[in-house]
Structures are given as structure tokens and as C-alpha cells.
């Protein structure tokens, strides 16, 4: 109910937005569907007159290397996910209305993986390299009018690889539209709304407004700005300007009073909209509006993250931005499940590695309560891989670096700006310069958020920080130091901007558990033969730690504000040690599939007040074995095991302890925990030995889909026993069907040496389950999905589109 509640919020907040820019003036126009689409270069398809005629019909966002075959010989190479790259090609055809002939028509594009160039009825509009930046091209003077056919055709090239050093994917992978205003308009990204001055009593909210003419004429116009709650509510008053708009960009500055506001934090993530007007006599010219949140922040050097008056500490994780078996290609959906997983962990940040997020989630992150670290660069002018952004960086940053803070600067999530990550230049004269380069691009256009760099040898050498541009210094690991800080920069402020990078697989368990072991690359341990990492958190890289190591550190200290977990969930690509058949990483808190890792209940036990008790290993093992038990809990006083009912004992977590622990000589039956506070039971939970596979149990992380919005459910499948335990070690073959209008839009299992294919109806189960994303067609009715695996009884759930 509570995930259904929050997706409705997002249809609001985004029915909401539409309606407010569909006012008179402007249109703004999904432009996704009925592409055609090729993979494979081809001469001449920018040409509007190029028989197309045998291409694919998809819709975007799309993403052609999830499609591919996993291959060690693949170019991208296991690092980035050891899927195929290559040249792809998108064309679609378009009417304009002669309405729009005295307007101006743009298409925008949110992100394009990579070197895309797109044409309109033949001509050349542009070339942009970077395929994470957003950006919009002019239509205005090629278009036809009427019942004439226009043709956009976009050439993507992601065939010189290796070019990143994680799973990129490939294609017009983020949304598309076209917007339409009058000839003069509020600039694209043409407000920045700051709240400097906020009190529980007041608040000044100062809007910058940039509008262009492009009329050719100088003109007298009104310039009416309001804020209004989401409900569209007026709460301020209404600012009216008389501007001499002149034949180029003219800027405003307005500041309107809210009376008693409601501040935006990560519990309570308020929200209103600026609504902006230009107004010539009694005709509305343009309505632009900006989603802002009203909150006031700094970092202290003692004392850490100060929001709304009050210390916060950032509880955070980095995040790749592939979907897991869905790619790249960007789903609202996805993302936001991604999220609430993450909110129900305790989670309060996001860091966006390393490269500019999409716009849906900075929305989802402005409405779901989460502080941002919005990152720019993996790579400078020193390169990381042979075809990475360096060979771009000297003549594209400014462009890019100016792009991202220009869209991205109204998002009340977004609380800090990163201008790199582990850049080679920090130990390079060079990195001086260009530190102090891309820190004043930022400050020229947002001066109320500090920008770091997230440095992995944070020495006093490192020439970043020796620049004085970053305003937080930015660690990467080096746990050990991190006490040390102020000793060794006295009077700065600090950041985890990377943490931890420790190794799980979900469902796996060696023994012993408490030595903490680090691999190495030379010998590859403690990896095992099968490419399995132990879920015991005592495993990490050698320039990490485990998730209790730093956690235990950061906690304890204010002056350390916050830190960034690698990684939130796995991710395609960088399969730490890089070593085929693995062509995902280890890293996550929760696996590519979404099914959370141990560790992820030691976070909910220290990140939030809700009750925890998480016992762990499954109880199915050879007799007589020593295993080890662990259990993660909160708001208790001591945790008492029992094996088939026999106490083995009471224990209590010691000093700075995250967890408990029993070793225990194996038996069947049941093992049972149970937590006390000041001896009343405060939870009790239990693992039993089970049997042999019996049934498939599916279930959905919600019932009702929208339809035509690309919506998605998804289906898990446990693989259970006769009594309903689930079959910790189960592999069956699951085959999955849809009845009804949706289809199977991936199927996974969290296993990241897995080599079959996310677009299919089938998967093996991984350590007892599978999942299968089911995306909702354009019809309402039902929707049947069933799964069968060999010698089991079939299963079947029902899903609702409307």
C-alpha cells in the first residue's frame, strides 16, 4: 500500500508538471514512442527520403546492449558488463500543426550513450560526446508544416571500446520531447530558485528568471511569478515585474515571502512550484514551472551536515545507473523501486556515479526525501580507459559541467556538486588548475552548494585539494584516517564521498566468519573457485573495508558528516577482481535483482527505529558441521538462540559490536532467535531446514499497473519446500508467462556469473529465487503471469492494469 501510495504521488507530481507547462504558450510533447530503429551502421539514414521501411519499431527509452550476448570477447570486456557496443541508428517521422509555424519547436534529449548525431529532414543539428549530459537542439528552421512528414534521425556510437570502466549501456537510453514556445520564452533551465533566508516562520524564496527574444523586437512584457503548493495552492505572494524585454536574453530577479513554510528534509520532503508567467497585454506568452523544496543547509567543520538547524548525518550509497536486467534504458518504475528499498534500509543519500543522473531521479529524490551528491566526471584530460571522456574533456567540460548545474540547480535534493572521481590529476600539477577551472564554472552558476571531489589518495599532496577549490574534501575509503582528519587538514570540512567496497554474494556462506580477509590481485581471494563471495560481511578489496568497519568510524563522529557507500545495489560490470565468467559486481548492500544481502539488515538495524532481528545462515548443512550465526538487531537489550528449542545461549552486543554471533554444531530442525528489552520480547524470528523443492510461491510488488506509461510489476519467485520454506540452495528453471496486455520486460536472479539473457521468459533460480519484470501494455484488463519448473506445480498471479 505504502509503495502504492508513493507511485500515485509520482503520477501527481508528474500530472502536476504537465498540466503547468502545457498553459498557453508552451507544449511539451512526449516524443518516445514508434521510433524505428537499426543496429548496425548505415549510409545515408540521416537523409529524410532513406527507405527505412525493414527497421524495428520500438519505443524509447531503449537500450540495444541489455539485448546482446554476454562475451568475455565482447570489447566493453568484462568491466563494463562484457556486453556488445557497436553504431545503432534511430529515425521517426513527424507532423507539425501550421499553429506552430510563428513559434519556435526544440527537441530535447535526456541522454544519449554516446557520441550521438542528430539530424532533422537532412540537416546536421549536432554532435555531442558525452552520453550522460542532456541536451536540445533548435527544429524551427527545417521543419514542414501541416500534413508534411518531418524526419529526426540520430546516429549513436558506442563502438570504440573499451570507454568506460563500468556497464554503460548503448542508445537513446533516457526520455525524448519536443517543446514548443513562443518566440519569446522563459530560457531553457532559465529559472534558479534559491532559498538563502529560511526560519520555521518565514522563508525568502529569490528567483532568477532568464527569458529569451528571439522576435527580433524589444518590447515591454509582464513578468508574473507565484509559489504554490503541490495542490496548487498559492502561498506566496504574487511578484508582477514590468521588464523591457530585449532582443537577446533579458534576466529578472524577484523574491517572494512565505509565511510559515513547510521545509523540505529527508522525513518530510515538502514540495512547491514556482509558476512563472510572461504576459504582453491579456496574452500569456509562456508559463514555466520550477519544483523547488525550501530548506536551509551547510557543512560545519565540527559538527558536520546541518539541515534545517539541525545535525543530519549522510547516510549514503553510490549508485551506478543501469536497471539491472532492464539496462540502461531509463524506467521510472525501476528507479523508484530501487529507491524504497533503499528508504526502507534507512538510506538518506544518493551519489550519482560518476556522471549526471536523469531527471527522473532527481524528481524521485526530491519527493522521497534523499540528499544528493551530483557528480560530473570519471575522467579529466588523463585517460582511464583507451576511449574514455578525456578525449574530450579540454574542448566539451565547460559545455557539459554548465548543462548539469544549469538543469539540475533548482532540485532540493541536490546538495552537492562532485567534479570528479578518483581523478589521475590529483597527483599531477595539472589537477590544480583544472580543479580550480571546473570548481568556478560551478560557483558562477551556484554559489549555495558546496563542490567536492572524491579523491582515493586524499594525501596532503593531492594537488585537488592543495588547489583550495573543493570546498569538502572528499575521501575515498582510507577508513584508517579518518579520525586523523582534522590533524591533517585543520579547519576543513569532510565527506565520505566513497566507502567500504566490500564483497557479497546473496546466500553465501564460508566459515569462519570472524577474520576479516581482503583479496588481492594476485592471488584473487578470497574469492571462490565458483566465483562466489561469502555474505558474511568480512570480505573486502584491499583499499576498502566491510560495511561494519566504516560504519562503526563514521557514527561516532560528528565532524565526519556522512558517507557513500560502493554500492547501493550491484551493477552491471566491474566484477571486482575482473575476472571472467563474473560480468556484474560483488559490491551491493542488494543484488542486481533487488533481493537485499544480509548486510542490508545491519543498515536498517543502525538506520532506522523500526524493529529489527535478521538471523543468518540458512539451516541447511552437512550434520555435524560448525556453522556460524549471526544476527543483526535494534532496540533490544540481548538476542537468545535456540537450535529445536535448546538455548545456545544468550548474547549482547559489546563496546562498538554491530552483531552478534554463535557458532553452532549443525542439526536439522529449527533455529530460532529471539530479542529482549529489559527482558520483555521485543521480536522473534526463525530459519528451519528445508526440504526438497515442492512449489513455486510468486509475489508482486504491487497489483495495479497504469497502462500506456510503461508501468511495471515486479514478480518474485521462491522456490519452497512442502511446509513453505524456502530452498535455500535451489536452481530450478523457471519459465515465466503473460497473459493478458503486458509482456516480459527482463527476468534475473542476482547471480553475477550468470551468462543468460535478460530478455527471455525463463531464469534459473539463484540460491532459492528468481525475479521476471512484467511491463504493462497499452490496455487496460487483467493480466495472468505464471511460472513452472520441471516436477513442481505450476504457479500464477494476478495483476491489474488500468
Known amino acids: ?288 514551472t520550477t519544483t523547488i523544496g525550501i530548506r536551509d543547509f551547510h557543512f560545519d567543520v565540527d559538527k558536520g551536515f546541518i539541515l534545517n538547524g539541525e545535525s543530519v548525518k549522510i547516510k549514503g550509497v553510490c549508485l551506478h545507473h543501469d536497471l539491472g536486467c532492464l539496462g540502461a534504458a531509463l524506467n521510472v518504475h525501476a528507479l523508484a523501486r530501487q529507491l524504497k528499498i533503499l528508504k526502507e534500509m534507512g538510506c538518506n543519500g544518493i551519489r550519482t556515479s560518476h556522471n549526471p543522473p536523469s531527471p527522473e531521479l532527481l524528481n524521485l529524490a526530491d519527493s522521497m526525501g534523499f540528499i544528493v551528491m551530483d557528480e560530473a566526471f570519471d575522467c579529466w584530460e588523463k585517460a582511464k580507459e583507451k576511449y574514455d571522456y578525456h578525449l574530450f574533456f579540454k574542448q566539451w567540460h565547460k559545455r557539459d559541467l554548465e548543462d548539469q548545474v544549469l538543469r539540475d540547480r533548482n532540485h532540493p535534493s541536490v546538495m552537492i556538486w562532485s567534479i570528479g572521481n578518483e581523478i589521475p590529476e590529483q597527483s599531477d600539477s595539472s589537477g590544480f588548475r583544472i580543479a580550480k577551472d571546473l570548481a568556478a564554472i560551478v560557483h558562477n552558476l551556484d554559489s549555495t552548494r558546496p563542490v567536492t571531489a572524491a579523491n582515493n589518495h586524499p594525501d596532503t599532496k593531492n594537488q585537488i585539494i592543495k588547489s583550495g577549490a573543493i570546498d569538502l ?116 548492500i542488494i543484488d542486481l535483482a533487488g533481493f537485499p544481502k544480509d548486510v542490508y539488515y545491519m543498515y536498517q538495524s543502525e538506520w532506522t527505529n523500526k524493529p529489527v532481528l535478521h538471523l543468518f545462515p540458512h539451516w541447511n548443512w552437512e550434520p555435524g558441521k560448525t556453522v556460524d550465526v549471526w544476527a543483526y538487531y535494534n532496540n533490544a537489550d540481548e538476542v537468545e538462540l535456540y537450535l529445536n528449542e535448546k538455548s545456545l545461549g544468550i548474547k549482547k552486543k559489546q563496546a562498538d559490536d554491530l552483531h552478534v554471533m554463535w557458532r553452532v554444531k549443525y542439526e536439522p530442525g529449527t533455529l530460532r532467535a529471539v530479542s529482549r528489552k529489559n527482558g520483555v520480547v521485543v521480536l522473534s524470528t526463525e530459519v528451519k531446514t528445508a526440504g526438497s523443492p515442492a512449489v513455486i510461491q510468486l509475489s508482486a510488488d504491487k497489483s495495479m499497473l497504469k497502462a500506456g506509461d510503461a508501468d511495471l510489476a515486479f514478480i518474485t519467485a521462491k522456490v519452497l519446500d512442502k511446509d513453505g520454506n524456502l530452498v535455500p540452495l535451489a536452481k530450478n528453471k523457471i519459465t515465466f508467462k503473460v497473459t493478458g496486455d503486458a509482456f516480459i520486460a527482463g527476468v534475473d536472479n542476482g547471480d553475477p556469473t550468470s551468462h543468460e539473457p535478460f530478455k527471455a521468459n525463463y531464469r534459473y533460480a539463484f540460491n532459492g529465487l528468481a ?32
Open 1 to 288: 500500500m505504502k509503495y502504492t501510495y508513493l507511485l500515485f504521488s509520482i503520477f501527481l507530481l508528474t500530472a502536476v508538471f504537465v498540466h503547468a507547462q502545457n498553459q498557453p504558450g508552451r507544449q511539451v510533447s512526449n516524443f518516445d514512442k514508434n521510433w524505428l530503429f537499426n543496429l548496425g551502421d548505415v549510409t545515408n539514414a540521416q537523409l529524410a527520403g532513406f527507405n527505412d521501411a525493414g527497421w524495428r519499431k520500438l519505443n524509447l527509452p531503449h537500450d540495444w546492449s541489455i539485448e546482446g550476448k554476454f562475451s568475455k570477447d565482447n570489447p566493453a570486456k568484462p568491466e563494463g558488463g562484457a556486453l556488445p557496443g557497436g553504431i545503432g541508428w534511430y529515425r521517426k517521422a513527424f507532423v507539425v500543426p501550421d499553429a506552430n509555424k510563428r513559434k519556435l519547436t526544440y527537441i530535447e534529449f535526456d541522454g544519449v550513450y554516446q557520441k550521438s548525431d542528430v539530424w532533422v529532414n537532412g540537416h546536421h543539428l549536432g554532435f555531442r560526446p558525452n552520453g550522460y549530459i542532456s541536451f536540445r537542439y533548435e527544429l524551427t528552421p527545417y521543419l514542414k508544416y501541416g500534413g508534411q512528414k518531418n524526419v529526426i534521425a540520430v546516429k549513436v556510437d558506442n563502438s570504440t571500446q573499451p570507454n568506460s570502466r563500468w556497464y554503460s549501456g548503448s542508445g537513446i537510453y533516457r526520455h525524448v520531447r519536443l517543446v514548443t514556445v513562443n518566440k519569446i520564452a522563459v530560457d531553457q533551465w532559465g529559472t534558479f530558485v534559491t532559498t538563502n533566508t529560511v526560519s520555521e516562520d518565514s522563508a525568502k524564496v529569490s528567483v532568477k528568471t532568464t527569458i529569451r527574444n528571439k522576435g527580433g523586437k524589444t518590447g515591454e512584457y509582464k513578468l508574473i511569478t507565484g509559489l504554490y503548493d503541490m495542490a496548487g495552492k498559492a502561498v506566496g505572494g504574487r511578484v508582477v515585474n514590468q521588464l523591457l524585454i530585449k532582443d537577446s536574453l533579458t534576466i529578472a530577479n524577484q523574491d517572494l515571502l512565505v509565511l510559515k513554510p513547510k521545509l523540505w528534509s529527508v522525513t518530510k520532503p515538502a514540495l512547491y512550484q514556482v509558476v512563472s508567467k510572461i504576459i504582453s497585454g491579456n496574452v500569456v506568452l509562456d508559463t514555466y
Open 771 to 802: 525475479l521476471a519484470v512484467i511491463q504493462a501494455g497499452e490496455t487496460s484488463g487483467t493480466v495472468m503471469v505464471s511460472a513452472k519448473a520441471e516436477g513442481l506445480p505450476a504457479a500464477e498471479i494476478k495483476l491489474v492494469v488500468k
Open 473 to 588: 574534501v572528499g575521501y575515498n575509503y582510507h577508513h584508517n584516517d579518518l579520525v586523523g582528519f582534522h590533524e591533517r587538514y585543520p579547519d576543513k570540512k569532510f565527506i565520505g564521498t566513497e566507502t567500504t567496497s566490500a564483497l557479497e554474494t546473496r546466500g553465501i556462506y564460508d566459515m569462519p566468519s570472524d577474520s576479516i580477509r581482503r583479496w588481492s590481485d594476485e592471488d584473487k581471494q578470497p574469492m571462490n573457485p565458483d566465483f562466489t563471495v561469502s555474505a558474511y560481511d568480512n570480505v573486502s578489496t584491499p583499499w576498502g573495508s566491510t560495511h561494519e568497519e566504516t560504519w562503526k568510524i563514521i557514527k561516532k563522529y560528528d565532524f565526519l558528516s556522512g558517507m557513500f557507500i560502493w554500492t547501493g545495489f550491484d551493477y552491471l560490470g566491474e566484477p571486482t577482481p575482473y575476472t571472467w565468467p563474473a560480468r556484474s559486481s560483488y559490491f551491493g
